[in-house]
């Protein structure tokens, strides 16, 4: 089992920058899929980005494509998504997200078929 506590949400200005970091415990990191999620009030949890347990191939929404890079660095088990030219639809709680399944598929896009997930962080960008 593992544990993930999201850090570096915060208030910023559209066309601002922002990093999130997910720290995991409890597991070894590497043989996790991880992928980044974002919820804004009243609407549908979406996809954000995912990365595969080695971080050499990466996918990310349509949404951000340009704008926001997922990586990873599995020594200090943490995953990233560095959010560059921040638009306020990009208002949300962002969660990380761990996929333990052993099957070969590099990335997971669908929040069902994440087993674990951290507690959230919030992003708030103003216009």
């Known amino acids: 089992q593992v544990q993930l506590v999201e850090s570096g949400g915060g208030l910023v200005q559209a066309g601002g920058s922002l990093r999130l970091a997910c720290t995991a415990s409890?597991?070894?990191?590497?043989?996790?899929?991880m992928g980044w999620f974002r919820q804004a009030p009243g609407k549908e949890r979406e996809f954000v980005a995912a990365i595969s347990r080695s971080g050499g191939i990466r996918y990310s929404a349509d949404s951000v494509k340009g704008r926001f890079t997922i990586s990873r660095d599995n020594a200090k088990n943490t995953v990233y998504l560095q959010m560059n030219s921040l638009k306020p639809e990009d208002t949300a709680v962002y969660y990380c997200?761990?996929?333990?399944?052993?099957?070969?598929?590099?990335?997971?896009?669908?929040?069902?078929?994440?087993?674990?997930w951290g507690q959230g962080t919030q992003v708030t960008v103003s216009s």
């Open positions: 409890g597991s070894t990191f590497s043989n996790y899929r």
């Open positions: 997200a761990a996929d333990r399944k052993t099957d070969s598929r590099p990335v997971r896009v669908n929040g069902r078929d994440y087993d674990y």
